[in-house]
């Protein structure tokens, strides 16, 4: 799934080639890239019609096109397009000339004619909905999702307090966008492997002081990922543009498993956590005693 980086090199491209132009029209195949929206794509589709992109706004993982009222009703709510990639989802700027694309289930035209948006998602976990904006400039359907290491907004004391109190693994918790946003699976593995700290240590059993390292080593992280367009595995994350980013060149520990620690020269390991991969190092980053414990136990049964 796309994290924060990859998520904010889209935005900047939504900004560069969409922001300042009036939708046209409003075309979604099918219901599902539509299935957050209740009123259906019909609905989406005619509030679409006649609005002009004033900004092209992220928080974590979630984007939205901020939409000008189509007449001068200053009391009504500000609204916004929101737009979440999902696992395989793409905005591409295409030529309103070029056919329909494979895996295509929105398209936004636009009045003056030029290039469309145009949402491609193969996995179809991503979509599209309507959504008001909140007095704090953050759409109501997401004010649930916590602000994320780039926002002025963000309170590293904050959140190193709340993750001191939960008593669940640290990547877990890394991972909880309720709690701070943006951070994936990658990104968690690539800031635990610079603090030191196996992801499957408790997040109470550690110190304040390392739990701060551990955030702002997600931040750095990330903003180094930023530079180099984001991380792309496979053609399934690309800009608006089609191009890919290069950070998958740089990472230290996700998808490293077999190839020497760039620290201690031990090799990468891969282990199972919440359904997915965890990449670590064995030296730099030792398991828990009684993770360890169990592990051994587990060989010796099975």
């Not at 935005?11 to 219901?31: I, S």
């Not at 031990?266 to 980053?285: D, G, K, L, T, Y």
Request: charged share 25%; net charge positive; glycine share 8%.
């Amino acid at each position: 799934m796309p994290e924060l980086p990859e998520v904010e090199v889209v935005r900047r491209g939504l900004e560069d080639h969409v922001v300042g132009r009036t939708v046209d029209e409003a075309t979604f195949v099918g219901h599902r890239v539509a299935r957050r929206h209740v009123p259906g794509p019909e609905d989406l589709s005619a509030r679409l019609g006649g609005r002009t992109v004033t900004a092209a706004r992220r928080r974590g993982k979630y984007l939205w096109l901020e939409l000008a009222e189509p007449c001068d009703d200053t009391d009504a709510p500000a609204e916004a397009l929101l737009l979440h990639l999902g696992m395989s989802g793409q905005l591409l700027v295409a030529d309103p000339a070029r056919p329909p694309m494979r895996h295509e289930h929105a398209r936004l035209t636009f009045v003056d004619g030029g290039p469309q948006l145009r949402f491609v998602d193969q996995r179809t976990f991503g979509g599209v909905a309507w959504s008001e904006i909140g007095p704090d400039s953050i759409p109501t359907t997401i004010a649930h999702i916590a602000p994320d290491p780039f926002e002025a907004c963000f309170d590293e004391r904050a959140v190193v307090r709340r993750l001191k109190l939960r008593d669940s693994a640290v990547k877990r918790a890394l991972l909880d966008q309720t709690l701070v946003s943006g951070i994936g699976n990658i990104y968690a593995d690539e800031a635990l492997w610079r603090a030191g700290v196996h992801g499957e240590r408790l997040a109470r059993t550690l110190t304040k002081p390392t739990l701060s390292r551990i955030v702002g080593h997600a931040r750095d992280v990330m903003s180094a990922a930023l530079e180099q367009g984001g991380t792309s595995f496979d053609a399934l994350y690309v800009h608006v543009n089609g191009q890919s980013g290069y950070f998958d060149r740089s990472l230290n520990a996700y998808g490293q498993a077999g190839r020497e620690c760039a620290r201690c020269g031990a090799v990468i390991r891969r282990e199972q956590f919440m359904n997915r991969s965890s990449f670590s190092c064995p030296r730099c980053q030792p398991r828990p005693r009684s993770l360890t414990i169990t592990r051994r136990r587990q060989r010796r049964t099975g």
